[in-house]
Nanobody
Framework: QVQFVESGGGLVQPGGSVRLSCTAS????????MGWYRQAPGKQRELVAG???????NYADSVKGRFTISRVNAKNTVYLEMNNLKLDDTAVYYC????????WGQGTQVTVSS
């Protein structure tokens, strides 16, 4: 069964940094495009960063230049390095395939607050 386990979130001040990790299982990770998504209170879930199996990367305009997505296929893990965090980055962050599967992990909360 497909599973995603996200970790690394927390409370961070504006301008701070945090690194998220996600370990996936139940499918051929190395052959799958992956993405980091987020859902802020009262808003729809959105894709913030994607990485193909070949390593091509794309970002939402709101995070370009601040977030970096990477993957280690040998570990079935995808990372999201988040720098210069803003209040609007507060959300629950999820990883999934891109496009996403029906299964979602529990996500990891990132709260940006002073």
């Amino acid at each position: 069964q497909v599973q995603f386990v996200e970790s690394g979130g927390g409370l961070v001040q504006p301008g701070g940094s945090v690194r998220l990790s996600c370990t996936a299982s139940g499918f051929l990770f190395s052959l799958s495009a992956m993405g980091w998504y987020r859902q802020a209170p009262g808003k729809q879930r959105e894709l913030v960063a994607g990485i193909t199996r070949a390593g091509s990367i794309n970002y939402a305009d709101s995070v370009k230049g601040r977030f970096t997505i990477s993957r280690v296929n040998a570990k079935n893990t995808v990372y999201l390095e988040m720098n210069n965090l803003k209040l609007d980055d507060t959300a629950v962050y999820y990883c999934n395939a891109n496009p996403p599967s029906l299964e979602w992990g529990q996500g990891t909360q990132v709260t940006v607050s002073s």
